[in-house]
C-alpha cells in the first residue's frame, strides 16, 4: 500500500466508526420517539421524563461531536488528497456538506434543550 492508501483507509476507518456510533444514536431517537409516543397514550413508558430528557440531551450531544469529527475528517481528506496531488472534485462538497450537517444537529441540540427548559416551566 502507498502512503496515500494507509492515510486514506486510517481516514475511511474513522468514518467507520462514526458512522456505528450514529446508528446508535439513532436508535436510541427511535427508542425514546416511541417513550414519548407511549406517554401520549397514557401507556407506561420506558423512561421517565427526566431520564428521557437526559438521554436526550446525552444522544444530541454526541451528534454534535460526531458531526464535528466529520468535519475534520473531510479537511483531512482533503489535505490528504492535496499533499499527493490528487485532485477530487468533491471534496469541497464534502466539506460542506459536514458543515451543513453541523448546523443541523447544531440546531436539532438547541430544539432539545429548549424543549426541556420549556418542559420544566410548565410543571412548575
Same mark, same amino acid.
Given at each position: ?55 436526550? =440531551? %446525552? $444522544?444530541?450531544?454526541?451528534? &454534535? !461531536?460526531?458531526?464535528? +469529527? ?7 481528506? #482533503? ?19 459536514? =458543515? %451543513? $450537517?453541523?448546523?443541523?444537529? &447544531? !440546531?436539532?441540540?438547541? +430544539? ?7 418542559? #420544566?416551566?410548565?410543571?412548575?
Amino acid at each position: 500500500m502507498t502512503n496515500y492508501e494507509l492515510e486514506e483507509a486510517d481516514l475511511i476507518k474513522v468514518q467507520i466508526i462514526l458512522s456505528f456510533i450514529l446508528l446508535f444514536t439513532t436508535i436510541i431517537s427511535i427508542l425514546l420517539s416511541y417513550n414519548f409516543l407511549l406517554n401520549f397514550e397514557d401507556k407506561e413508558g420506558f423512561y421517565n421524563d427526566e431520564d428521557s430528557f437526559n438521554i436526550l =440531551i %446525552f $444522544n444530541r450531544t454526541v451528534m &454534535l !461531536i460526531v458531526s464535528l +469529527i466529520f468535519i475534520y475528517i473531510n479537511i483531512r481528506d #482533503k489535505d490528504v488528497k492535496e499533499k499527493y496531488s490528487l485532485d477530487d472534485e468533491f471534496t469541497d462538497l464534502q466539506i460542506w456538506s459536514s =458543515i %451543513f $450537517n453541523f448546523m443541523a444537529t &447544531l !440546531i436539532a441540540f438547541y +430544539i432539545a434543550v429548549k424543549s426541556i427548559t420549556s418542559y #420544566k416551566n410548565s410543571t412548575i
